[in-house]
């Protein structure tokens, strides 16, 4: 009996950690005007929340790693924007912390790769069905404009010039929404 509660007890200790929620704070208010970027990742529900307070181009982005779909909330456009996790190009749930804990220590100094970008066209018909993306794009999305993005490559860009909002995410990925037509 008594080897049970030791060994439950060790069991919560190791496994509390895990299943744990946290935050990093990148508090990055750097001079290329992208704002304060803070991240919160819940290991419960495999889902990690990027907020970027930057006035009226603030933009909120969640991963749902459960789901494998990711959306950004871009404020200034009263809307959201979803799309699949390229899991080639987005650091895995896993990974997250150590890479952000990583590049805040290095800094944003010279000779560091530059982060890695996808991009993405934006269709501009509406979703009528949140469900299909999961439980917590749901919840930051209902009620307000959401349209569905694929990704494209560079190639294809040309295409676009000019008309791409990119959103820099901790300095380790860039993502381009581009043809981005939404409601204001």
């Known amino acids: 009996m008594k080897f049970t509660i030791v060994f439950a007890g060790l069991v919560g200790i190791f496994l509390t950690p895990a299943l744990a ?3 990093i704070d990148v508090n990055d208010n750097n001079s290329g005007g992208s704002g304060q970027q803070s991240v919160s990742v819940n290991n419960e529900h495999n889902v990690v929340n990027v907020d970027n307070n930057n006035g009226w181009n603030s933009w909120n982005s969640l991963w749902d790693y459960k789901s494998g779909f990711a959306v950004t909330r871009l404020f200034n456009k009263k809307s959201c924007i979803v799309h699949k996790m390229n899991k080639g190009v987005m ?25 890695k970008s996808l991009i993405y066209t934006v269709n501009p018909d509406k979703v009528n069905n949140l469900d299909q993306f999961g439980k917590s794009i749901v919840a930051m999305c209902k009620g307000i404009p959401t349209y569905m993005a694929e990704e494209i490559q560079e190639a294809s860009l040309i295409l676009y010039i000019g008309k791409c909002l990119s959103i820099d995410i901790l300095w380790i990925l860039n993502i381009s929404f581009c043809g981005v037509t939404v409601e204001n």
């Open 21 to 23: 929620n946290y935050n």
């Open 91 to 115: 650091p895995s749930f896993q990974a997250l912390d150590t890479l952000v804990k990583e590049k805040k220590l290095q800094g944003k100094g010279l000779g560091e790769p530059p982060p």
